[in-house]
């Protein structure tokens, strides 16, 4: 089994900064692809950033884009989610899953088989 525990989540101002954090424990060495998801009230669950724990590759959301910066620190089993120029439209609860299957899946949330309980971001205008 696959433990995922996120932080870092919390309330900031537009324009502001948060790092998200997530821990991955357990059995993972069949990890493959670490996503960063997001959930506002009333919308459906969208991915905003995935990486490949082997490799440089990332992936971004259109609308976070240069705001965002997916990292990991694989002697930590860790992956961070770095928010830069936060907006409103940023608010949603920010969940971490892993994925074992090729990156070449990343957008798949199907695939993605453990979770985080999430953490909530809010961004007051």
């Known amino acids: 089994q696959v433990q995922l525990v996120e932080s870092g989540g919390g309330l900031v101002q537009a324009g502001g900064s948060l790092r998200l954090s997530c821990v991955a424990s357990?059995?993972?060495?069949?990890?493959?692809?670490m996503g960063w998801f997001r959930q506002a009230p009333g919308k459906e669950r969208e991915l905003v950033a995935a990486?490949?724990?082997?490799?440089?590759?990332?992936n971004y959301a259109d609308s976070v884009k240069g705001r965002f910066t997916i990292s990991r620190d694989n002697s930590e089993n860790t992956v961070y989610l770095q928010m830069d120029s936060l907006k409103p439209e940023d608010t949603a609860v920010h969940s971490c899953?892993?994925?074992?299957?090729?990156?070449?899946?990343?957008?798949?949330?199907?695939?993605?088989?453990?979770w985080g309980q999430g953490t909530q971001v809010t961004v007051s205008s």
């Open positions: 990486i490949n724990w082997n490799d440089p590759r990332t």
């Open positions: 357990g059995n993972t060495m069949s990890r493959s692809v």
């Open positions: 899953a892993l994925s074992a299957s090729s990156y070449t899946y990343y957008r798949r949330q199907d695939l993605y088989i453990n």
